[in-house]
């Protein structure tokens, strides 16, 4: 028994950072079945338990033994409408990783590198369309075609609910399409997993923003007896410091948005995005490594990530912060942004630097005693400030969901942070009006929002069969 998971093959450091193709190459056939036959095939199954969308994980790996990738992939399936997308973007080391009885004495069992293989294996081999089920009649509707949105509509459609889907934006896909570089998770495979929706009979309308072009009532009132929100958390947080207003400031919903969904990182992009130069990224969640790593492949000199805390409470996922520091991203840890620095040359109209950022003000920062949630505050250490040279600023802290909906549909309520607040079903203070992922959560990962949409999808089964 191989004591350690084999190493997933990927481009070389000093390559990928200057490209936007995927990083991880993927399994081979030969590797995956190696790295299934590491599974013990426990009786207690721990790994299953703590799967937001209960794949039956020693089954599929069990496939995957016999050389059969395609059973393999239709265990996975049975539960998951995106397994494409999970096995590259789900923290797996955090959930069904973390529980593998392997990884008491030895490294656990590559569970989302096979899931991977076994997605990738699939779409590439099987030349077949699924089956679409016949139409049972009821009609309901999805806000927003991210994760969880996907999730309930897939789930729905299987059943032979008739759905459509509302994206504000004008391609499906969510967080997925705009939020996650190319290098982490290519397009064409949230495409190829949203074509199979399409071929279930899900129907997918972009450029629909629900509380403008349409509302909640709206939608009952064209027949929907059911309604999914999961509109996600797209507003971003800010710092609140001085010069957060200046030219080359980003959220980094708007700096990804633009290089993922726009393409600015094309040699002419239809939309701008500041190039080259010295870039600060604020925060140290998987989204703050993301821009780290985005900022660098559009040419950027320089990239700090700039984060209060030290290496131990940093948020984003090990791989990732791995895969950040092999291509050069340097890490300003205990230190806290409280003022962001422009040129000033009032006499000089035509210098193209007035007004733009010449640096990044720091304050250094010491842990202290542990804050409600058990990570030890970090405490200003006094007359400590310095600054960081830089151009562009991006801000990752985080992001809270939208407004809009919540103001446009009457009753519906939602709790200090604007989450819409749910019951153990997902149903909200609206009759037969559903909601999951970041919509009421806020931001946090794909596989938990699958979970909420596949919830959902289960509690408007049981409403619309029993209506």
């Given amino acids: 028994m191989e004591p350690k998971k084999h190493e997933m093959p990927s481009q070389a450091p000093e390559v990928r950072a200057h490209n936007f193709k995927e990083v991880a190459l993927g399994y081979t056939a030969e590797i995956a079945v190696e790295e299934a036959k590491r599974c013990l095939n426990c009786k207690n199954q721990p790994c299953v338990d703590v799967c937001p969308v209960n794949i039956s994980i020693p089954e599929f790996i069990s496939h995957i033994k016999e050389g059969d990738f395609e059973a393999a992939y239709q265990v996975i399936t049975r539960t998951s409408s995106l397994p494409a997308v999970c096995g590259r973007v789900c923290p797996q ?3 069904c990783e973390s529980k593998c009885t392997m990884g008491i004495k030895f490294e656990p069992v590559g569970i989302g590198r096979l899931e991977r293989f076994v997605a990738d294996y699939h779409n590439e081999n099987y030349k077949g369309e699924p089956v679409r ?19 309930c509509a ?18 499906a896909g969510g967080v997925l399409i705009y939020g996650i570089p190319e290098f982490r998770l290519p397009k064409s495979i949230v495409a190829k997993e949203i074509d199979g929706l399409k071929a279930l009979g899900v129907d ?37 410091i001085p010069g957060e207003s200046l030219k080359g400031v980003y959220s980094a919903n708007e700096f990804l948005t633009r290089s993922n969904l726009m393409k600015a990182y094309l040699d002419d992009p239809t939309t701008p995005i500041m190039k080259g130069g010295n870039v600060a990224v604020v925060g140290a969640g998987n989204v703050a490594m993301d821009a780290a790593r985005t900022a660098l ?42 003022e962001i620095l422009s040129y000033e040359n009032p006499d000089d109209k035509k210098d193209p630097k007035n007004g ?14 542990p804050d409600e949630k058990g990570r030890r505050k970090p405490v200003p250490i006094k007359d400590s400030e310095w600054e960081i040279p830089v151009d562009t600023v991006v801000i990752a802290i985080g992001t809270s969901p939208n407004p809009l909906i919540k103001k446009t549909t009457k009753g519906l309520e939602v709790n200090s942070r604007g989450g819409i607040i749910v019951n153990e ?16 959560t806020g931001a946090a990962t794909v596989i938990s929002a699958m979970g909420a949409g596949k919830t959902a999808a289960a509690a408007i089964d049981e409403q619309l069969k029993n209506k």
């Fill in 93 to 95: 080391e955090k959930q």
């Fill in 133 to 151: 089920p016949a139409s049972n009649g009821h009609r309901v509707a999805v806000v927003g075609s991210g994760p969880s949105g996907l999730t």
């Fill in 154 to 171: 897939g789930d729905l459609a299987k059943k032979g609910y008739e759905v459509t889907v509302y994206e504000a934006l004008h391609k």
């Fill in 204 to 240: 997918f309308e972009t450029n629909v923003v629900i509380g403008k072009t349409l509302t909640i009532d709206e939608l009952f009132e064209r027949g929907f007896e059911a309604v999914f929100v999961g509109s996600g958390a797209g507003l971003p947080n800010f710092l609140g």
């Fill in 297 to 338: 492949r559009l040419g950027a000199e320089n990239v700090y990530i700039v984060y209060r805390r030290s290496m131990e409470e940093l948020p984003a996922r090990k791989e990732e912060v791995e895969h950040a520091m092999e291509e050069g991203i340097q890490f300003k840890l205990l230190n806290n942004p409280v």
């Fill in 356 to 369: 733009s950022i010449k640096a990044i003000k720091c304050i250094k920062m010491e842990l202290g005693e």
């Fill in 425 to 440: 079903d997902g149903l909200t203070s609206r009759d037969s009006v559903y909601a999951g992922g970041d919509a009421v």
